[in-house]
């Protein structure tokens, strides 16, 4: 019996030591460090080092990240919206096109992603090195009464708005496109049909018990 017992004690020893020096050596370093960056000397060192390669850092980080440095996003009102869409300057660039035409998105991988960005423009700065086809043109504003602007995103044919991820036009001014189209039926700037439907009046008049003795004509 005591065979078993000394050789399951040996074997737990054999397995458990290398762990729980592995665990001390650890805590052994870390009191180390720590002991080291509170001290007297370590602190007045960093007190005295420069700011300026931190800064750097950053600015470097932000240029790899963002891959563009932040722009203002100039403020422009409807009216002149709808002057720019009437202007040579807008011809020329979209030559007669949707102004989501050309917009390609970057993105990693050969499957683009399924849905589009959720915006484009942060605390009034362009946030990202490709921005969708409204945010990276200042002059196009989402408004109800810019009519030429949302018939750019209304299909000819079928009168419905094109998919978002054909537009490739970022989730917030998406929704805005639809609430001004929206208005803009509701103020009769966007002509929309209406589904006809043909209904049988002999049969609700006539046919039915409650109303057979009405007479039609």
Excluded at 28 to 50: D, F, H, I, N
Excluded at 102 to 107: G, K, L
């Amino acid at each position: 019996m005591a065979a078993p017992i000394r050789f399951v004690a040996s074997e737990v020893s054999r397995r458990v030591f290398p762990l729980w020096r592995t665990v001390s050596q650890q805590r052994k370093l870390t009191t180390q460090l720590q002991s080291r960056w509170t001290s007297p000397v370590y602190l007045q060192q960093a007190r005295g080092l420069s700011r300026t390669p931190v800064v750097l850092c950053e600015a470097e980080e932000e240029q790899e990240e963002g891959g563009h440095q932040e722009a203002e996003v100039p403020v422009v009102t409807w009216e002149e919206s709808v002057r720019y869409l009437e202007s040579p300057e807008f011809a020329e660039r979209y030559k007669g096109r949707e102004v989501w035409w050309d917009y390609v998105r970057n993105h990693k991988g050969s499957v683009p992603p399924q849905r589009t960005r959720k915006t484009c423009i942060r605390e009034g700065k362009i946030s990202t090195g490709n921005p969708c086809p409204i945010c990276r043109d200042p002059n196009l504003v989402v408004d109800y009464r810019n009519v030429e602007l949302l018939e750019h995103f209304i299909c000819p044919h079928s009168g419905e708005m094109h998919n978002v991820l054909r537009t490739g036009v970022c989730r917030k001014k998406h929704k805005m496109l639809v609430a001004a189209v929206q208005k803009a039926k509701n103020h009769g700037f966007l002509a929309f049909t209406v589904p006809y439907k043909k209904y049988d009046y002999e049969e609700i008049f006539i046919k039915h018990p409650a109303t057979a003795t009405v007479k039609t004509g």
